[in-house]
């Protein structure tokens, strides 16, 4: 069957008051699954075969037939899996077995090709397809079944990149539509990228301000000398605008070559945040889309998308559907669109093509993925005729066409020095907390100029924190970490953007949380030994405002434990640190604009004893349910972390009572996402080894009205620690500190980067 008049026409008279949902004929769902997909394919410019795509669509839920489900759709009985016999209809009419397994899996996930061969081969539900559509008239016979058995042997020996591709693409588009039109929504908006309008910047200086202007005038001139799709680098130090000249070059080039939407995908939540507010102003808002787990909890999200703004944000809070020309999002969920099985997970893939795709901090990810990363990244632009930027100061060897910036680019003058401190051993040396005391006031301008200390523990930066406390700096003292709710480091973080704009001197201990994208200034920084790129991203807070008048100090050293063991372990591989030695050993002094040629140094030796995962491979040889994550959700060493919600004001319980009170309606799905979204501002994470001792801690404590101050909710999957526990000391949270373990023996600490 070619054309989707006939098709619609032998379903309009086969199915007659069959149903897909509950108030849904199952002829219009699948009428309105064909037009959705096809919409989509237009709208993002896709070339692809449409008569496959809307066979697909028409044919994915046939199997909702079964006297079961309707029965099931009514309350009654336990339904029966459609997907399968589904699968049959459509292969029925187009002997394509991966078009077929596309609708296998529709609910579920891709797989691997063998799974996908065993399961083929063994299953006999086509038998039941003749039985339930007993007038459909592509039957499937013994001997196409024969056939199809030769067509899956072979499959093991033919299967390709293409195949891959050609699957995830009509997979992502059928589940978007199938998606939408399940949650309501009844038509599709064609936005367009708007016109781009220049913002207000904050003025350092002429001479700064100049070559800025300069720089950015360089970089769009070079962008604007490709003429074809590819992977494409720009790097840049930090402060030269690198948001907003990789903002331009994506504006021109989508202008140039009409592409239908800017993906701008950054490592973590609080710069998309920041990034998002820029990309705001300089887009309409309403053509902006901020892609993250918190995004869609706001009170604010008042945005009209059309007609049915509801049905879309239930698309947007349910799925993370990017709906806008211009999404803000993060690392991890354009690394699910490309790569996770789950359906839900790709949704977005078909959004990539003609499209514009900047990876801000792209060495974030493992460089164990850069490789197999970078060649589904080359593929693809040829492929989807996408344009990936990638932005750094610390440029990975992932893939690049071309360098955007121009060579040797260094801030007009040296911000910065770094200083590694060397043992007696010619090592790096190793200090432990107590150590730095001395350290910080031989090394460092202590008492003159704000400063930063950056550790990898979060048990650590609370060390620090009392450290500089103990040192009379006569100025306020803070600390971030990933035991500090996001409610409280957004507070936190405006206290210190005002302290600076104030002039006033000030001081901050901090995890990894500090590391990147974070618009903070301090006269010296603190780095605990890590990746070098980790070192030179924590360097860009020091003097990161431009003063001229003083050159900035980053210093480095090994801290270690009472035991003498580095808190680098178990956060970072072995031999990222070995390298980083290796290198720093032979350049303990260097400056700013020395960091380039040191990083890069670093990335060749780092690639050059690192195995590397075979992505672009796997994906080829059909490993289609094999997902490298971008960040492990379990630490190393057999430990995994628990959910405890703070109570940090009077909202957070109401909310947590009417999350687990509910008898949530997938209609009401799109609000409870909200909640969640909102609680998870009062959400820390802790290793489950303390769970016994903060029970202990908190049995003590009594309530008003005798309830337990430390809980679980959600019937045991979190906590949640209660007011009564939350003191300045003595308490196991602090509205300074964060979470403040119990004393404890033989528990090792765990960090969680964030």
């Known amino acids: 069957m070619s054309h989707s008049t006939e098709m619609n026409a032998l379903l309009g008279s086969l199915l007659g008051e069959k149903r897909s949902h509950p108030n849904k004929l199952l002829v219009t769902h699948l009428q309105n699954v064909a037009d959705f997909a096809c919409r989509l394919a237009f709208y993002q410019g896709i070339n692809i075969n449409d008569n496959l795509l809307t066979t697909i669509a028409l044919t994915h839920d046939l199997g909702k037939v079964h006297p079961k489900f309707q029965k099931l759709l009514d309350g009654k009985g336990s339904g029966v899996n459609h997907a399968k016999t589904s699968a049959w209809f459509t292969y029925s009419i187009t002997e394509d077995i991966l078009a077929a397994e596309i609708i296998c899996r529709h609910h579920t996930g891709l797989r691997n090709l063998e799974d996908l061969i065993t399961d083929w081969l063994n299953d006999q539900s086509f038998k039941d397809m003749k039985n339930l559509l007993p007038d459909w008239p592509f039957k499937v016979s013994e001997k196409q079944v024969e056939k199809l058995q030769d067509t899956l042997f072979d499959l093991k020996y033919e299967i390709n990149i293409e195949q891959w591709l050609k699957v995830r693409l009509l997979y992502s588009l059928l589940i978007s539509a199938d998606r939408m039109d399940a949650i309501g929504i009844n038509c599709l908006s064609d936005k367009k990228i708007p016109p781009f309008s220049q913002p207000d910047l904050p003025t350092r200086s002429v001479r700064i301000d100049n070559w800025r202007k300069e720089i950015k005038d360089i970089c769009l001139q070079r962008a604007n000398e490709i003429d074809k799709p590819g992977v494409y680098t720009l790097t840049l130090p930090t402060g030269a605008g690198k948001t907003l000249t990789g903002l331009s070059i994506a504006y021109e080039w989508a202008k140039r070559f009409e592409a239908k939407s800017i993906i701008y995908a950054l490592p973590f939540i609080s710069i998309v945040e920041q990034t998002a507010s820029v990309a705001k102003n300089i887009f309409d808002a309403d053509h902006v889309q901020e892609d993250h787990s918190l995004a869609y909890g706001k009170d604010d999200d008042n945005i009209e998308y059309s007609t049915n703004s509801s049905a879309w944000n239930k698309m ?15 690392l991890v969920h354009l690394w699910d669109a490309l790569f996770s099985p789950k359906a839900n997970r790709t949704m977005n893939f078909h959004r990539l093509s003609n499209a514009i795709v900047i990876l801000d901090e792209p060495q974030t990810i493992s460089p164990h993925l850069w490789k197999g990363f970078g060649k589904v990244l080359s593929y693809l632009s040829q492929k989807f005729n996408t344009y990936f930027l990638l932005m750094t100061a610390t440029q990975p060897q992932i893939a690049s066409e071309k360098e955007l910036a121009p060579p040797n680019t260094f801030f007009p003058f040296n911000r910065h020095k770094y200083e590694v401190l060397i043992g007696d051993n010619k090592d790096i040396k190793k200090v432990t907390i107590s150590d730095l005391s001395g350290i910080l006031k031989e090394k460092l301008p202590l008492y003159e100029r ?64 500090i590391e990147a994208g974070v618009d903070l200034d301090f006269g010296w920084v603190f780095r605990d030994l890590g990746p070098i790129d980790s070192i030179i991203q924590v360097g860009g807070r020091c003097n990161r405002h431009c003063n001229e008048n003083y050159e900035g100090k980053v210093l480095v050293a090994e801290v270690t434990n009472d035991r003498g063991q580095p808190t680098w372990r178990k956060i970072y591989d072995e031999i990222m ?29 780092i690639l050059e004893g690192l195995a590397s995962v075979p992505i672009y491979d796997r994906l080829s040889q059909g490993q289609w349910g094999e997902y490298s994550k971008l960040i492990d ?83 045991g999957r979190a906590w949640l620690l209660r007011k009564e526990a939350i003191k300045k000391e003595g308490g196991l949270y602090s509205p300074l500190l964060g979470f403040m373990p119990p004393e404890t023996k033989d528990i090792e600490e765990t960090a969680l980067f964030l």
């Open 316 to 330: 947007s809070t349910l799925f993370r559907y990017w709906r806008e020309p211009v999404v803000l999002t993060t």
């Open 450 to 513: 704000s400063g930063l200390i950056v550790v990898n523990r979060k048990k650590t930066a609370i060390d620090a924190f009392k450290l500089l406390q103990s040192l009379d700096l006569n100025a306020p003292v803070l600390l971030l970490s990933g035991w500090v709710t996001p409610y409280r480091r957004r507070i936190i973080l405006r206290y210190l953007k005002w302290l600076e704009k104030k002039g006033q001197r000030h001081y901050l201990a901090a995890t990894q949380v």
């Open 577 to 605: 640190i070995d390298k980083t030695k290796e290198v720093l050993r032979n350049n303990p002094n260097f400056k700013e604009r020395e960091a380039a040629t040191i990083v890069n140094e670093y990335y060749k030796k």
């Open 633 to 715: 959700d379990e630490e190393s060493g057999g430990s995994y972390n628990i959910t405890v919600f703070i109570e940090e004001n009077s909202k957070l319980i109401p909310m947590l009572k009417k999350l687990e009170e509910t008898d949530w309606t997938l209609e009401a799905r799109d609000e409870q996402k909200k909640i969640i979204q909102k609680v998870m501002q009062y959400a820390i994470e802790i290793p489950k080894e303390l769970i016994s001792a903060c029970r202990s801690f908190c049995a003590q404590i009594s309530t008003y009205d005798d309830e337990p101050v430390f809980s679980t909710v959600f019937e």
